[in-house]
């Protein structure tokens, strides 16, 4: 079975400039998370969403990102403009949704460098 | 809000030696889920042992044992002949169904096994 499957693996970008990640969740996962880790800390949670119903977004700096869920499966989180301070790993994560207990399977993320 | 706090950011051990991780969590919920994570540089981050805060049972999985302490909000990780592929970053993270059901880490301890 495969597993969250996140693109770029690694970016670099000037500041400024957009930049978008993608994610594809584990098949049969309706619950799919956004999470940033910045360098040394834990993951924090930027949007969950339930199919494609964004039901948690209150971390999410909507002023400069944005997310989407087609479909309830594949997810696109895009940040413009980028800031120094939004380099980071941008980590994906799914699970199943009506039995959810806390249990996430992560994406390899995709490690943000922003100069 | 729920807070994790992980108060070894960094541990250092030898091979075969036992390890002990510490977490302790806040929360005014009863019924709820506490995890251990795991992540090995640049890999992506796996689930090491769960419990659940309804059972008084100390979740065991092949090495790796929790000491959860419900009163004291205490949740630490244990594991016994440390191998090299176990050095990582250890992230303690508690999980509510009836609060925001996202999961909310600490900061993580930086494990190394050295030879």
């Known amino acids: 079975e495969a597993g969250v499957v996140q693109s770029p693996r690694y970016k670099i970008i000037e500041k400024k400039q957009p930049v978008a990640f993608w994610c594809n969740p584990i098949s049969g996962h309706n619950t799919l998370y956004w999470y940033r880790q910045n360098l040394g800390q834990g993951p924090e949670l930027l949007i969950r969403?339930?199919?494609?119903?964004?039901?948690?977004d209150s971390q999410l700096p909507k002023d400069r990102f944005s997310a989407e869920r087609l479909k309830g499966v594949d997810s696109t989180l895009k940040i413009q403009p980028a800031e120094l301070g939004d380099s980071a790993v941008y980590l994906c994560a799914s699970s199943f949704g009506p039995t959810n207990t806390g249990e996430l399977f992560f994406g390899e993320g995709s490690r943000l460098t922003v100069l | 809000a729920q807070t994790v706090t992980q108060s070894q950011p960094e541990m250092s051990v030898q091979e075969a030696e036992t390890v002990t991780l510490s977490c302790t969590y806040d929360?005014?919920?009863?019924?709820?889920?506490l995890f251990w994570y795991k992540q090995p540089p640049s890999r992506q981050m796996i689930l090491v042992i769960r419990q659940e805060a309804y059972k008084q049972q100390n979740a065991t999985e092949n090495r790796f044992s929790v000491n959860f302490q419900k009163a004291a909000k205490s949740f630490s990780l244990k594991f016994s002949d440390s191998q090299l592929g176990d050095t990582a970053m250890y992230f303690c993270a508690f999980f509510s169904q009836g609060g925001s059901e996202k999961l909310v880490f600490g900061k993580g301890t930086k494990l190394t096994v050295n030879p």
């Open positions: 969403y339930e199919n494609e119903e964004a039901v948690d």
């Open positions: 929360t005014s919920e009863n019924n709820y889920y």
